[in-house]
Nanobody, 114 residues
Framework: QVLPVESGGGLVQAGGSLRLSCVVSGSATRLPTMGWFRQAPGKQRELVAHVTNGKYTNYADSVKGRFIISRDDAKNAVYLQMNSLKPEDTAVYYC????????WGQGTRVTVSS
């Protein structure tokens, strides 16, 4: 079973930074287009950034200019550098193939205090 495992979340003050990591276990092939998703309390899960296997990136307007997604195919890993964090970034963050091809992991919780 292909399973992403996310880490790196925590509690940070507004304006701070965090770097999330995701390692995908069980995949025998090169990872497809990968995304970071987030789900805030009472809201639907949303895609905030994605990176193709050609390393093209795209971002939701709400995080553009603050977040940077990257990948390391040798490690089956995807990263999300989050800068200038805002309270509205508070959510559980997940990584997955765009389209949700893999099982969903446990996610990593990010809490931004004002």
């Amino acid at each position: 079973q292909v399973l992403p495992v996310e880490s790196g979340g925590g509690l940070v003050q507004a304006g701070g930074s965090l770097r999330l990591s995701c390692v995908v276990s069980g995949s025998a092939t090169r990872l497809p287009t990968m995304g970071w998703f987030r789900q805030a309390p009472g809201k639907q899960r949303e895609l905030v950034a994605h990176v193709t296997n050609g390393k093209y990136t795209n971002y939701a307007d709400s995080v553009k200019g603050r977040f940077i997604i990257s990948r390391d195919d040798a490690k089956n890993a995807v990263y999300l550098q989050m800068n200038s964090l805002k309270p509205e970034d508070t959510a559980v963050y997940y990584c997955n193939a765009v389209g949700g091809a893999f099982s969903w992991g446990q996610g990593t919780r990010v809490t931004v205090s004002s």
